[in-house]
């Protein structure tokens, strides 16, 4: 009877909007959510019109930066006046100096790299040679006890800065790079606009590259999917292929779907088998659901492509995972994280005992398989351009980002 009790199970509750925030412009990346002791939680997001806002855990605004980069008339011949300005890159949130309160680094379509101190006040800024649609990683990659930060740029380059923002050294790639950056035991990978998976040393000399057949926009994911003690690198591309690659560079597998693969892997492990399964959306509109091995677990289709990282929690806090994600469909979606066992027909004898005479093979097969399970969903004004969390006394609160411009705090109401 536990199959059929499990296959049964039932969640109660709804999703309900807490709070909205407009920040009258388009918000074209994900918010990012930090804590740190001073400040408390913060949400860090940037928009289409050049600015930085940070929010509290209850919307008040804590302050907001505002790019203002003067073009000469040459430069603004080779851009949209709309477009400039822009901030397509989700922020990073870090100490960068050592002073025990969190930074904030964000990119723009200025080409120009922004260092903001927790109270929005600009600390410095990096010019680069074209636009920054990459998220800054902050890390120490040299052992010298202070933090660099790493980002691409459409001019081809990785850079690696100090914390002051003073060029360290660069990287050229053959292509324009918006993947992020990530780092594991020392080294750098990321991805290009022209499908190559670049890993650097801490020192920016090429270890090894690895191709794929279309752009890599997202980061790399790194995890010990196998709970093997190795790393493995987990990166999606719009040659609609899932890769898995080793610490040197050698594919262990990929997987292909339908549809162009925009946004980063989450790695978790939802079953309890010691190893880390595999969660990523799609352009074929669905959210997939993979075992370490790369064998489908289950899978759930959108109305619409699936860009947004999916986040994995216990959104009602009853000891069993969740996976959150947003779609351009306009909606949040919330699944249970096994998934459902559905039958493909009841299972009989034949299924469990060898019997004499002429049977068919279908009763002996497996009976079914593992579905998504979507237990809530919440629609908002436009497509959702990512989601973060953060929790407080209240549980679990899912901020989610649409492109119009909305800002949504939702909780889960029984």
Request: net charge neutral; proline share 2%.
């Amino acid at each position: 009877m536990n199959f059929f009790n499990k296959i049964s199970g039932k969640r109660t509750g709804r999703l309900e909007r807490k709070w909205l925030f407009d920040a009258k412009s388009q918000i074209l990346a994900p918010p990012i959510v930090s804590s740190d002791e001073h400040n408390g939680i913060m949400i860090v997001f940037g928009t289409k019109d050049g600015n930085v806002y940070s929010l509290k855990e209850d919307s008040t605004l804590n302050w907001a930066f505002s790019i203002k980069e003067e073009k000469s008339k040459v430069e603004m011949l080779f851009l949209e006046k709309e477009f400039y300005k822009s901030i397509y890159s989700s922020p990073t949130i870090g100490d960068i100096n050592n002073d025990k309160k969190d930074e904030v680094l964000i990119g723009s379509d200025t080409g120009k790299l922004y260092a903001l101190g927790n109270n929005g006040k600009l600390l410095w800024g990096f010019a680069a040679n074209n636009i920054i649609r990459s998220s800054p990683l902050i890390v120490d990659i040299n052992n010298d006890n202070q933090p660099e930060i790493i980002f691409g740029s459409d001019d081809g380059y990785l850079y690696c800065l100090n914390n002051k923002g003073r060029l360290i050294w660069k990287f050229k790639a053959a292509s324009g790079i918006e993947s992020s950056p990530n780092f594991f035991s020392g080294r750098i990978v990321f991805g290009s606009n022209k499908g190559m998976i670049y890993c650097l040393d801490g020192y920016g000399k090429l270890l090894w590259k690895f191709k794929t057949h279309g752009k890599i926009a997202s980061r790399p994911t790194i995890g010990d999917i196998y709970g093997a003690g190795r790393p493995s690198i987990i990166v999606g591309s719009c040659d609609n292929s899932l890769y898995v690659l080793n610490h040197d560079g050698g594919l262990e597998w990929k997987y292909q779907t339908d549809g162009r693969i925009y946004g980063e892997a989450c790695l978790a492990d939802i079953n309890n088998d010691k190893r880390l399964e595999i969660i990523f959306g799609s352009c074929d509109n669905a959210l997939y659901v993979l075992s370490s091995n790369g064998t489908k677990i289950w899978s759930y289709a959108s109305d619409f492509w699936i860009v947004d990282r999916a986040m994995v929690v216990d959104i009602d806090n009853d000891g069993k995972l969740e996976i959150a994600v947003g779609s351009y469909d306009h909606s949040l979606y919330v699944f249970e994280a096994e998934g459902m066992f559905s039958l493909n027909y009841m299972p009989g004898l034949s299924g469990i005992v060898h019997q004499t005479g002429h049977y068919s093979s279908t009763l002996s097969s497996e009976p079914g398989k593992y579905v998504g399970k979507k237990l809530w969903q919440f629609k908002t004004e436009d497509i959702i351009v990512g989601t973060s969390y953060f929790i407080n006394e209240e549980g679990i609160n899912v901020i989610v980002a649409d492109k119009n411009g909305k800002l949504n705090n939702l909780v889960l109401k029984q």
